[in-house]
């Protein structure tokens, strides 16, 4: 018995209909059919047949030729005229009609095979089971063509459709019915006057491929591919063409898109002012060069594009363009100035900042240099410069420590930063064990105790102030001035306190001394406020010679060891401030944050084991990419993390987390670095991220700043909270592109 299951009509069994007007035979195939498992239904003629057919829907019709009112070949047209019942096999049987003529009216009229009688009951089963097989492996074709996204029509050889599946009638808001023996061209509304597509249409070729616009159901512009194949009929013949059609709208708009983005880009690195080059990593060739180039080193197009990169560098420097960054990380690369030599054998300065990228197919690299030549002369002037800029300095430091009265560098806090050797004296403390610590702990004597008073007034009405006081005690009289240091513009950090004995001097001669002293000392740090960016070099250099010139001379360390502090500290403001007012150039790439964080924290695991602080990634879910630029955005966590660090006791742990948050209708990442200090005051809350504000010692007040500069370049913002739990909580939080959004993790 055959195995049952469900027919493509809905049958539990494959259902076969018998159309015979001899009863015997109909007997017979009936119990033939169905000792072979299938389900029979039966009919006297055709048009009996046809009634019970519309009723039934049968899987397989049997059909004898000759028959009272409707015959065969009749009936076999009338099944194939009727849009329910025309994919139904057709198998004519008959013992008649042996003649070639018959077979081919039948094979005409629809039937899909024929069978002659008398049979033999093997071969009828046989014929049945290949044409339900054929017939189920058809409908599963008819239910891909249906449910297929593409649009599948076919079409005979005047270009009338045929046939269409739900896809192309849903696209032109039309029911299939409706446009069968429709013209294509008119069905998806081909302009004629569309000289180039019209012709096309007309002579539309089998094992064709084409591109048109056309306007669906809605009235949108959109463009289709076809894909062409022609049609046979039994005999071989081509009687039409079948198609299939796929919209390529977003395929033709990203085309257009890169099409007007390469238009762009290539105006603009054209009319980029800069020499700008591509050069092949492998072969060193140039690969395309701007007109500033061309313009730069005096080479035609076609002279620049037959050289490569060794042909343009000085003999005497390393090539710089081939210098690799030593983490291997593919990010721009500045380097130094260098020598390149011109087409006319000059020879320019350039910096250059390296890109890699991928142009044709190959690894190459993107150059922009600079032309630096004017500068570089410059520097190399001012190195003369340097001596003689060293010897003010030593002249300096040894006229702080000459002069004969009381000279403190102080804060508007009271501590004290730094004192010359007469102070020292006074205090009867050296310089090492008093340093840092508050004027305000010296109040038992003179001129100390006014010093404070005076500190007091100046920090609530700026300016300067001076007084007179005696020490009773001693009976010394003394001049104190305190005055603001104006350091690279900014007001009120520090305040030079100097106090002189006056007890042997008239009031007018001690008044002179002090307006030279201030004029003095004025012109000095003046001066050296004004150089003091291009000698930190050389005064650190001088500092090395000197300590190992005099290595053996121990009564120098202090003297060296405060320098060498007070050095660092300038190279960082000025690193700091420079830092703060650098233009904002923006490389920015899409990546991930985490990389970012994950490689800050690894730089700031040294000074994590020196202060005995574990640091925690607590980031497990990946988070959306993010336009960012890397290296300015890793001094925003190594900044954060470090002050974290700064913060914790011995011991505890420094946390990394990140989280989206949605608010004011825009989703955002939260990265937040998390401490267990003693927390942010809420009266400091509001001026975090202000330059040079700090409550840290030594702090320059400017990290914050230039952290909460780079968020802000990155349309982003900092928050400063603290933990529930106790500590402080930095947070940078960075706006999420729409496309870009995700769930919480």
């Not at 005047?158 to 294509?184: C, D, Q, S, Y």
């Not at 061309?294 to 003999?315: N, P, V």
């Not at 030279?516 to 930190?536: D, F, I, K, Q, W």
């Not at 020196?610 to 988070?623: G, R």
């Amino acid at each position: 018995m055959r195995r049952v299951h469900y027919s493509n009509n809905g049958h539990r069994e494959d259902t076969v209909l018998i159309v015979n007007d001899i009863p015997e035979q109909l007997w017979l195939m009936e119990n033939l059919l169905r000792k072979a498992g299938y389900a029979v239904i039966t009919a006297a003629d055709g048009q009996e047949a046809f009634d019970v057919a519309k009723g039934n829907r049968p899987d397989l019709v049997i059909s004898d030729v000759s028959m009272p009112r409707l015959n065969g070949i009749e009936f076999c047209r009338l099944i194939r005229q009727d849009s329910e019942l025309r994919s139904i096999p057709i198998l004519l049987a008959s013992a008649h009609r042996r003649d070639t003529e018959s077979v081919i009216e039948g094979l005409e009229s629809g039937a899909d095979d024929y069978l002659e009688l008398p049979f033999d009951s093997t071969r009828l089963i046989a014929k049945v089971s290949r044409l339900l097989e054929r017939s189920n492996l058809e409908a599963n074709y008819r239910d891909l063509v249906e449910q297929a996204s593409d649009i599948i029509f076919t079409q005979d050889m005047k270009g009338r459709l045929t046939g269409i599946n739900a896809a192309g009638a849903h696209f032109l808001g039309v029911g299939p019915e409706e446009l069968l023996g429709t013209r294509f061209t008119e069905a998806f509304k081909i302009d004629p006057r569309d000289s180039d597509q019209t012709g096309t249409f007309r002579q539309l070729e089998p094992d064709g491929n084409l591109q048109f616009r056309t306007e669906d159901a809605n009235g949108r512009e959109r463009w289709l591919e076809i894909v062409t194949s022609p049609t046979k009929d039994r005999k071989g013949d081509t009687i039409g063409l079948r198609g299939v059609a796929r919209d390529i709208t977003d395929r033709k708009q990203i085309e257009l898109a890169l099409r007007d983005s390469d238009e762009r880009y290539r105006l603009l690195f054209e009319s980029t002012p800069q020499p700008i080059f591509v050069y092949d990593e492998l072969t060193l060739a140039f690969l395309a060069v701007n007109e500033a180039a061309i313009l730069t080193y005096g080479y035609d197009r076609e002279e620049f594009l037959s050289m490569t990169i060794a042909d343009i560098r000085s003999t005497a420097d390393t090539p710089a363009l081939l210098i690799k960054t030593p983490t291997g990380i593919n990010e721009p690369l500045i380097s130094s100035p260098w020598r390149h030599r011109r087409k006319d054998n000059s020879i320019i300065y350039v910096e250059m900042t390296s890109h890699p990228l991928t142009f044709n197919g190959s690894a190459a690299r993107l150059v922009i240099a600079n032309d630096v030549s004017e500068r570089k002369l410059l520097d190399e002037k001012q190195l003369s410069l340097h001596a003689s800029l060293q010897q003010s300095a030593m002249e300096w430091r040894q006229t702080f420590n000459a002069i004969e009265f009381p000279v403190l560098i102080i804060d508007l806090e009271g501590r004290i930063k730094r004192l010359n050797q007469v102070a020292e004296e006074i205090a009867g403390v050296n310089a090492e064990q008093i340093v840092g610590r508050n004027i305000a702990e010296l109040e038992g004597s003179q001129p100390w105790k006014k010093s404070s008073e005076l500190i007091k007034a100046i920090r609530a009405n700026g300016g300067s102030s001076s007084a007179e006081v005696k020490d009773e005690a001693t009976g010394k009289t003394w001049a104190i001035t305190l005055s603001l240091i104006h350091e690279f513009g900014s007001v009120g950090e520090r305040a030079i306190l100097i106090a002189q004995d006056i007890t042997k001097r008239t009031e007018l001669e001690a008044s002179l001394r002090q307006g030279e002293m201030m004029s003095l000392l004025g012109s000095l740090v003046a001066g050296v406020a004004h150089e003091v960016r291009n000698p930190l070099f050389g005064i650190s250099s001088i500092l090395d010679a000197f300590e190992t010139r005099f290595a053996d001379r121990t009564e120098y360390l202090r003297y060296t060891d405060v320098l060498r502090d007070e050095v660092g500290r300038l190279t960082v403001l000025m690193e700091e401030l420079l830092e703060y007012g650098k233009p904002f150039k923006g490389d920015f790439f899409k990546m991930s944050v985490d990389d970012v964080i994950a490689k800050s924290l690894r730089s700031c695991l040294p000074a994590a084991e020196v202060a005995q602080v574990s640091l925690v990634n607590n980031i497990t879910n990946p988070l959306p990419k993010l336009m960012v630029d890397r290296r300015r955005l890793s001094k925003v966590f190594v900044n954060l993390i470090e002050n974290a660090i700064q913060h914790s006791p011995s011991g505890a742990a420094v946390r990394v987390e990140a989280c989206l948050v949605h608010e004011a209708m825009q989703t955002w990442i939260d990265y937040s670095v998390k401490d267990c200090g003693p927390g942010i005051l809420e009266e400091d809350r509001s001026k975090m991220f202000e330059p040079f504000f700090s409550k840290r010692r030594g702090g320059t007040g400017l990290g914050l700043a230039i952290a909460d500069r780079i968020m802000g370049e990155h349309g982003g913002k900092l928050i400063a909270g603290n933990n529930p739990e106790g500590g402080a909580c930095m947070t940078a939080r960075f706006p999420v592109p729409h496309q870009e959004e995700t769930v919480d993790v």
